[in-house]
């Protein structure tokens, strides 16, 4: 599994864009760059998933470049609600990968203040 | 929206006992996964399940850990006999690969507290 590095954590505020980035410097042909959002006590929420190019559903943004070593979840106009841990994956999550073990790192704090 | 439905939401047991921790994961998924995390560190992976099989465990998972689905709905992890350390959040989780990608929901967790 390639090893991704994420900033510990990040200040915003209210309505702000939020750019979160995580570095897979070695990241295979058939890996996905997937995010999970987790709240305190409750279980990771997955946010989105990509290869290549841009992802957009209707809470985030996902651009990787074409190299794919490096990826950036954008949270549009964020709110005191988006306070959370995000987390970077990187895995082999195509079917034939399937059963794949996720391995979550520290994350990104992310805090959103008034 | 489906969700992975876990209970109980907390289990208090004495070191020693057996404790069995359910998940209902979300009905048209096959893929299943148990995580722990303990209080302040990391999502770590316990075992993923598929077909009726284990297809893969961590170092956690020892023979003091079970997994099992018992009918087509349920899936549970029994720990034999509890110690101290077994004290964390208990994540169940299932997966589908809609839109190509495996994407993996995960319940709102059982907090085991070990005594």
């Known amino acids: 599994l390639a090893k991704t590095t994420q900033p510990i954590s990040m200040d915003s505020y209210e309505g702000q864009e939020v750019n979160i980035t995580c570095s897979h410097n070695?990241?295979?042909?058939?890996?996905?760059i997937t995010w999970y959002q987790q709240f305190p006590s409750q279980g990771p929420r997955f946010i989105i998933q990509?290869?290549?190019t841009k992802v957009t559903n209707e809470v985030a943004s996902l651009f990787i470049p074409a190299d794919r070593k490096s990826s950036t979840l954008s949270l549009p106009r964020v709110s005191l609600s988006d306070t959370a841990v995000y987390y970077c994956?990187?895995?082999?999550?195509?079917?034939?990968?399937?059963?794949?073990?996720?391995?979550f790192g520290t994350g990104t704090q992310l805090k959103v203040e008034l | 929206e489906p969700e992975v439905t876990q209970t109980p939401s907390h289990q208090v047991t004495q070191m020693g006992q057996e404790v069995i921790l359910r998940c209902v994961p979300i009905?048209?998924?096959?893929?299943f996964y148990w995580y722990r995390q303990i209080l302040g560190q990391k999502v770590e992976f316990l075992v993923s399940?598929?077909?009726?099989?284990?297809?893969?465990k961590s170092e956690i998972f020892d023979d003091q850990f079970s997994v099992e689905r018992p009918d087509g709905s349920n899936f549970t992890l029994k720990i034999r006999s509890t110690k101290l350390e077994d004290s964390a959040m208990y994540f169940c989780?299932?997966?589908?690969?809609?839109?190509?990608?495996?994407?993996?929901?995960f319940g709102s967790g059982t907090q085991l507290s070990v005594l």
């Open positions: 990509g290869y290549k």
């Open positions: 399940f598929y077909n009726n099989e284990i297809s893969e």
């Open positions: 989780a299932s997966s589908d690969f809609e839109g190509a990608g495996e994407k993996l929901f």
């Open positions: 070695n990241i295979a042909t058939n890996d996905y």
């Open positions: 009905s048209n998924h096959l893929y």
């Open positions: 994956l990187v895995g082999d999550m195509s079917p034939a990968g399937g059963g794949n073990k996720l391995t």
